[in-house]
Structures are given as structure tokens and as C-alpha cells.
């Protein structure tokens, strides 16, 4: 039966851990998966989640299945993150919220429900963007292209290409857009440029689909879910996948949702409807104990106060570190203009190294990074900056 199976290729990403963690280089920089990590390199545990997890135990829940869309209290707090708690399209119905194993999970059942309400679409997805968006929609049946984005000379996004080529497609396209923090170039659009993206789908009839991975980690989480209203106001159905991953450090307790925002209440039922078959026929219904953590923070106010804070502390820190990368690398001699690293948002760094470059610093030094140049910044901290600044320096 298995004869004749091949090997599939690693993740990119995820297999550089492994190469990683067999590495005996003592002073070895993991800067490869996108994880946050705190001042001392250690992955958080953050205090509301901590908190909310006592009062989890004391009350000694039982474990029963969870609706197949998920626990209720959670799907709405979503809600209230991705749409703002008074938006009027909540308030009318029109959103199907459903829990999903992480962001992975939502955009998973947005491209199997797609794959039954518009089957022969094409789906563009960023040039370049998170790998797993082609594999994952190419897994689900769709044809996957691309739309322009990254622009090296630039060090920034070719817009006007982008929107040119958003004009060009065919009506019914899906668009996977990064909601913030694009990964992972680093480089999100304005809002004006939102509102040209907008105009864009809106006269060609296509289906935005965003993925909203880093909510909080731009500039807030208000001013980063913006685009969401952009989108609302414009009267759009859409697509929003949410994680909670990095904006809780509950990677693997796989906590997200998918949004489907629709016309009317009685369309949103039946949207929801057909989510469910797609839920109920992969896993039957997602796992409680994530989604309790996160409903209990964002639900409880003290909590919710308290992980906006941790929230702020680590977009933060991630910002010093951008800007303390820069001074580093300006110290140890590179001449070369860097500063775009500091204009760059979310976790990520495209440093525009090349694959040798980075080949080597993973060789010679034990820094780890993709090989496309992205770096992760949010794993620098102040023990390993200098070393990882000098290696750069080192391989430019
Ligand atoms: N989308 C993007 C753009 C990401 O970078 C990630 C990273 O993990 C995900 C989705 C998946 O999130 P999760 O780990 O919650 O499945
Ligand atoms: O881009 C990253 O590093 C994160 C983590 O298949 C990740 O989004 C990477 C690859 C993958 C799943 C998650």
C-alpha cells in the first residue's frame, strides 16, 4: 500500500526547529518560526492567561463537546475583538462567528466552505505571503496565483501592481489579504490603500478573504482591526480568519475563529449552517480548554485590562528590538541602508539577505532564519542581539 509513497518536503519553516534543535552551537539564535519569546529568550506564559486558568480549575469543569461552532461566550468576545463590541452588523445578525483550531483552523473551513459556494474560483494570494496559504488552498481544491506585493528595490509594497492586478481579476476571485503585520514581509498597506483594495473588490465582484494572525501586534487592537470597519462600511461579504497563537502565547492550545460576514441574519443561518457541516465532517466540534482561557480574559474586565497590557508589552518590546537591531548593525559597521527594519510591523523582518547569506549565517554562526531573508524579531532580545547583529554584519 505505501510503496509507492513519496517524501514529502519539509515545512520550511517549521522544519528549520528541528534543524535547529539538533544544532550543538551553544550560541545558537532561533529566528526562524514566527514565536514570540521574552527578554530572557523564554516563550510567555502571560499573567491573564495564568489568571484565568486558575479560575478554570477551581471551578472544576466537566468536559462535555462543545457545540460544533464552538463555545458561545467565545465566539461572541471574538466577535466584539474583530468588529468592534457595538458594531451594527453584530447587532443585526450578519456575522457567523465559529471557533477553529487556531488561524490555520478558520482559514481552513472559509476555503472548504468557498470550495462548495464557488467552486471554480481562483484564489490570489500575496507575492509573497505565508506558504501555508497556497498549500492550504491548493489542498482544499482551488487553483492558487498570486497578486504583486513585496517590492525589493522598494523595501516597502508595489502597490500600484498590486492594485492593478486586483482590478484584473475575474469576478469571484478570492484575495487572501494579511488583515496586519504582513508575514512575511513586514510591510502592510495605509488605510487609504485599504480603501482602494476595497473599491477594487467591491467593482470587480471579488472575495476578500483576511487573515488576521496578528491582531494587536501592529499598533493596537483597535487600530490594527480597522480594516475590518474599512470593509463593513463598504457594504462587502467577507471572510475574516482570527488567531490567538501569538496575541496570547497559547500556540498550541490551536485557539481561532472564522468570521463570515454576510447580508442579512437569515443568509449569516444558513452561512452558518454549511460551516458546521464542514466542522462536523473534519473534527465534529473544537476543543474547550483555549477557548475558555480566552473567553474568560476577554470577558472578565480586569483580565481583558490586564492582556491589553502583556499585548502592548510585547508589540513594544518587539519595536525597541527593531530599533536596537538597527543601532547593532549601524555599530558593527554595515554601511548599507537598514532603517527600513524600524518601519517594518509585526513580527517579522524581510532583511532582503539572500538564501546564501542566509545559508551561511545559519552555518557559520547558528542564526537561523528562512531562507527567503525573514527574520523574526520578536525572538531578539538584549543577550542575543549583539551576536545575531554582528553575524549579519559578518554576511552582508
Ligand atoms: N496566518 C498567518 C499569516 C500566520 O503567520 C500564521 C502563523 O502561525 C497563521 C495564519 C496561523 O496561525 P495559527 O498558528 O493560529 O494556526
Ligand atoms: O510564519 C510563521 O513562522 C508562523 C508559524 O506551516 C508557522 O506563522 C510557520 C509555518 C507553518 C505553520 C506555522
Known sequence: LFA??????????????????????????????????????KLPLLACVKAAEEQLLAAARTRGYLPIDGFAAYDKAVQGLVFGADSAILAAGRVATVQALGGTGGLKVGADFLKRVNPNA??????????????????????????????????????????????????????????CCHNPTGYDITSAQWEQVIAAVKARGLVAFLDMAYQGFGDGIAEDGAVIGQFVAAGLDFFVSTSFSKSFSLYGERVGALSVVCESK?????????????????????????????????????????????????????????????????????????????????????????????????????????????????????????YVADAIAKVM
Open 122 to 179: 481562483t484564489v490570489l494570494i500575496s507575492d509573497p505571503s505565508w506558504e501555508n496559504h497556497r498549500a492550504l488552498f491548493t489542498n482544499a481544491g482551488f487553483t492558487v496565483g498570486t497578486y504583486p506585493y513585496y517590492d525589493a528595490d522598494k523595501k516597502g509594497v508595489n502597490f500600484d501592481a498590486m492594485l492593478a492586478c486586483l482590478n484584473a481579476a475575474e469576478a469571484g476571485t478570492i484575495i487572501v489579504l494579511h488583515a
Open 266 to 386: 437569515e443568509e449569516t443561518a444558513r452561512v452558518l449552517s454549511q460551516l458546521k457541516i464542514v466542522i462536523r465532517t473534519n473534527y465534529s466540534n473544537p476543543p474547550t480548554h483555549g477557548a475558555q482561557v480566552v473567553a474568560t480574559v476577554l470577558n472578565t474586565p480586569a483580565l481583558r485590562a490586564q492582556w491589553e497590557e502583556e499585548l502592548a508589552g510585547m508589540r513594544n518590546r518587539i519595536k525597541a528590538m527593531r530599533g536596537a537591531l538597527v543601532e547593532k548593525l549601524k555599530a558593527a559597521g554595515v554601511t548599507a541602508d537598514i532603517d527600513f527594519i524600524t518601519t517594518q510591523r509585526g513580527m517579522f523582518s524581510y532583511s532582503g539577505l539572500t538564501k546564501p547569506q542566509m545559508e551561511r549565517l545559519r552555518g557559520e554562526f547558528g542564526v537561523y532564519g528562512v531562507d527567503s531573508g525573514r527574520i523574526c524579531v520578536a525572538a531578539l532580545n538584549e543577550k542575543n542581539l549583539g
Open 4 to 41: 509507492a509513497v513519496e517524501m514529502a518536503p519539509r515545512d520550511p519553516i517549521l522544519g528549520l526547529n528541528e534543524q535547529f534543535n539538533a544544532d550543538t552551537n551553544p550560541a545558537k539564535v532561533n529566528l526562524g518560526v514566527g514565536v514570540y519569546t521574552d527578554e530572557n529568550g
